[in-house]
């Protein structure tokens, strides 16, 4: 089922208000406003396996890229009307303030700083902050072996690093990298101990190396996965909720969690599937 008859008919309403009451270089793009175009450029992450992918072929694939389509479709617009943008984590508030992109599906956490700048639809998953060693690592079984001055990978502008940085300055070496996937090569020709990130990630990298990563621990945050969108946004913010409320109900969420991780052994915090606020 789409979104109400109601909803998609002030669609066409809501543009033309938006559009009025916007500011010349102040403007910032409206979902809403974008799928009563009948297009959508939507942020994603590029290198992250199960979540956002770009293939060799171009295509990209993933659970985040699945969520990013059923949206843009129960708004409106069809696959082949979307854009795909890379998103790097510490680029999604910028992205999002300078109207690049409609929306942002790539294991955005809502936190209260971000708020600040922009807003979230979701959560539409529940994540949590682990490690991820090398398979014949036996000194790093969780959070607190993190000791003796390792080195812990991570990325810029993410909420694990600052996590780190909160919780284990004295403890480790904190090396931040811009993509997680080049933490994962750092981790995997021994320059750093472990990459820390949310557990669903990392479990997309352990399948992708099989045998030589592994995920150790548990998880020791509780990370709630958003849509980003442009603030004060309430119609786009209000449509999006809908159409994560629908995918959950519908099965398509619980179908698109199975295609992309239902043979890598992850299995998610009973908080999944999520309540959408």
Not at 1 to 13: N, T, Y
Not at 133 to 159: A, F, H, Q, W, Y
Not at 258 to 268: E, I, K, L, R, T
């Amino acid at each position: 089922m789409k979104l109400s008859r109601s909803i998609r008919l002030g669609i066409g309403a809501i543009a033309v208000a938006l559009a009025a009451t916007a500011c010349g270089g102040d403007e910032q793009r409206s979902a809403l406003e974008s799928a009563e175009a009948g297009n959508l450029t939507i942020g994603i992450k590029f290198d992250q396996p199960g979540l956002g992918l770009r293939n060799p072929d171009g295509t990209f694939t993933g659970f985040d890229v699945d969520v990013a389509k059923y949206v843009a479709d129960q708004l409106g617009v069809t696959e082949e009307n979307i854009t795909f943008k890379e998103a790097p984590s510490a680029q999604r508030e910028t992205l999002i303030q300078n109207g690049e992109v409609d929306y942002i599906v790539g294991t955005y956490s809502i936190t209260d700083t971000r708020k600040e700048k922009v807003d979230f639809a979701g959560p539409y998953f529940i994540a949590g902050q682990s490690l991820l060693v090398r398979s014949d690592n036996t000194d790093i079984t969780g959070p607190e072996s993190l000791n003796n001055n390792k080195k812990l990978c991570s990325v810029k502008g993410s909420t694990p690093a600052q996590n780190v940085k909160d919780k284990f300055a004295q403890q480790v070496q904190l090396q931040e990298v811009d993509t997680y996937s080049a933490c994962v090569e750092l981790l995997r020709n021994g320059s750093v101990d472990a990459l820390t990130t949310d557990d669903i990630i990392l479990a997309g990298y352990a399948a992708q190396y099989p045998g030589e990563l592994k995920v150790v621990g548990e998880p020791f945050t509780t990370e709630r996965y958003g849509i980003g969108l442009a603030k004060g946004d309430e119609a786009s913010r209000t449509a999006i909720n809908e159409a994560i409320t629908e995918m959950i109900a519908s099965g398509a969420w619980q179908a698109a969690f199975d295609a992309n991780f239902g043979d890598s052994g992850y299995q998610p915090s009973p908080e999944n599937p999520p309540t959408v606020e």
